[in-house]
């Protein structure tokens, strides 16, 4: 469980109950069908303007989580250290 994605969740199923669709954009919900005409892309396009305060109940915060921290490095190869 992770806040981010319960708030992910309950954006879909708000997005779906008023677009009557889900979007690729966000995690599928099962029996729900795709966004595809012209009408229900536009209500995508317009509910980005989503609250996300309606899901702070719904969604508390993680009681354990891990982090990792990471970097990225690169060499050229051959390199004088290979």
């Known amino acids: 469980y992770t806040q981010n994605i319960c708030f ?7 997005l779906i109950k008023n677009c009557k669709c889900f979007s690729y954009y966000y995690p599928r919900i099962k029996n729900a069908r ?12 317009n509910f980005e303007e989503f609250n996300l305060t309606k899901c702070l109940n719904l969604c508390p915060l993680e009681c354990e989580s891990v982090n990792y921290e990471y970097s990225i490095w690169h060499d050229d190869f051959p390199s004088p250290g290979y």
Not at 8 to 14: A, G, I, P, V
Not at 34 to 45: H, R, W
């Open 8 to 14: 992910e969740l309950c954006k879909q199923h708000d």
């Open 34 to 45: 795709p966004c595809q005409t012209f009408d229900e892309i536009k209500c995508v396009a």
